[in-house]
């Protein structure tokens, strides 16, 4: 439940590739404070096939995508990364909140463009590991080692989990 409403948040999935399907979509059938309500991809017979799946009657094209955005909260992006920063600032202007897949984009402007319009329009912008590639992240070797990347606020690490909270 979102904290402040004590309603579900109302999510929409864009992309239906193979993380997708294992790991976000499953998730959403065991999470207490969400709910997938659309999904969106451009592959028509995948479209209709994970809707019946998941009982989910909001299904559009990526044509159709702001469309999607009038009856969510959030959306879920889980694209290749070299489309994050459309679709995030697309759903940022319509003030809609952003869970993006990592990596949040291919380049640092396209990163700042994206964290602009989330800060330009008082939405939340989050970058989530999925449990799904976590386990075959390998771990950092530069744990002792600084390195000077610019000034960050408000930053925050956690586990990323549309499922139960933890």
């Given amino acids: ?3 402040k409403s004590g309603r579900k948040i109302r ?18 059938k065991k999470a207490q404070n969400s709910e997938l309500v659309a999904i969106v ?3 028509a017979d995948k479209r209709e096939k994970v809707a019946r799946k998941y009982g989910v009657e909001q299904v559009y094209s990526y044509d159709d995508y702001e469309k999607a955005l009038f009856s969510v909260d959030a959306v879920y992006i889980v694209l290749p990364n070299h489309l994050h920063r459309e679709y995030a600032v697309l759903a940022a202007q319509d003030r809609v909140h952003v869970l993006c897949e990592k990596l949040m984009a291919v380049t640092e402007e396209d990163c700042e463009v994206m964290i602009d319009a989330a800060r330009q329009n008082g939405v939340k912008l989050m970058v989530c590991l999925s449990p799904a590639l976590r386990e075959r992240q390998p771990r950092s070797r530069a744990r002792g080692e600084k390195r000077q990347t610019g ?7 956690g586990i990323c989990s549309v499922g139960r909270q933890r």
């Fill in 1 to 3: 439940m979102s904290r």
């Fill in 11 to 28: 999510y929409a999935v864009v992309g239906l590739g193979h993380l997708a399907q294992v790991a976000v979509l499953p998730a959403f």
């Fill in 41 to 43: 991809s451009g592959d």
């Fill in 151 to 157: 000034k960050t606020s408000n930053l925050r690490f």
